[in-house]
């Protein structure tokens, strides 16, 4: 009989403490990835389960005012959480909690779904863009990653003329409808435009990167010192024109890794410690350069 008393009290027990299941509580805040500060009413939940802001029963919608946000009793286990905002680009972590760490406390980003694709500094007043003037001077290179001109031809009214024929638009008539006379030749003699000082920069650098299109593979960044050299010695370049002979090139023995870190969907933040000098900054994706730009570290 008392054994029979026993097993009863141990399904007891078991039953009791399935009903106990220890839970926790996922909180944060949600900020806007460029100038860090908190979004009012943001949309915060978890896939596939019922927590949500929606939900008609959460209670916390006078928090979420200050962008922020709390789930309790949540079952222990693996999730994958998002944010997101009318007009902004979503960002999805994932996380995990535990006996040990029953809770998580956390800080989501989202941007203006405006920006576009390019290099940017944050700001107290949102995204700063980085202008990438050295990108028209780029050469398509094999091995060497890039090749840089050091001056490209400049078009002036002649030349913009002479492209517009071949495009089909109308030359423009003289005087009751003859033709203009062409331009003197010392009018037609090219000019060519230098390339571009590096952007001079700290050398503790801190930029974020929006890629134009969804990656399914992690972004890359390096730095490399650039140099002036030979083009002869960078033949797997093209896109050098007639009569050059040098160009700006990376060192790519003396490559520097840059950290990348996911902020939100398309959106990295890129950090690092550049070497003294001119550099050459390489992103690049499944081995392939997706943006190079050439900045002066002090």
């Not at 286990?77 to 040990?100: D, F, L, P």
């Not at 959106?267 to 000098?277: E, H, M, N, R």
Request: charged share 25%; glycine share 8%.
């Amino acid at each position: 009989m008392k054994k029979k008393l026993s097993i009863c009290a141990a399904a007891l027990i078991a039953l009791a403490m399935t009903g106990c299941e220890k839970t926790g509580t996922i909180e944060g805040e949600v900020c806007d990835a460029f100038t860090g500060k908190p979004l009012e009413m943001p949309t915060v939940g978890m896939d596939s389960t019922i927590y949500t802001t929606l939900s008609k029963k959460y209670e916390f919608n006078q928090e979420l005012r200050k962008g922020k946000f709390k789930f309790t009793k949540v079952p222990l286990g693996s999730y994958r959480i998002y944010a997101g905002r009318s007009k902004y680009v979503k960002t999805r972590m994932k996380i995990e909690t535990t006996e040990q760490n029953p809770n998580a406390n956390l800080r989501l980003y989202i941007y203006n779904s405006q920006v576009e694709p390019g290099l940017y500094q944050g700001t107290p007043e949102g995204p700063l863009k980085i202008s990438n003037q050295w990108v028209v001077y780029s050469t398509n290179c094999d091995e060497s990653i890039v090749g840089y001109r050091l001056t490209i031809p400049q078009l002036d009214q002649s030349t913009t003329a002479s492209i517009a024929e071949k495009i089909g638009v109308p030359k423009k008539k003289g005087k009751k409808g003859k033709k203009a006379k062409p331009a003197p030749a010392a009018q037609v003699a090219s000019k060519v435009a230098n390339l571009p000082d590096p952007r001079v920069v700290d050398g503790k650098l801190e930029v974020f990167y929006r890629n134009a299109s969804s990656v399914s593979t992690q972004i890359v960044a390096k730095t490399y010192p650039a140099v002036v050299a030979s083009i002869a010695s960078h033949k797997d370049c093209k896109g050098f024109g007639a009569g050059e002979t040098n160009g700006v090139f990376p060192v790519k023995d003396k490559g520097t890794d840059l950290k990348v870190e996911y902020v939100a969907e398309n959106l990295f933040k890129i950090t690092g410690d550049l070497p003294k000098g001119k550099q050459i900054i390489q992103l690049s994706q499944d081995g392939k350069t997706v943006q190079t730009y050439y900045f002066e570290a002090k």
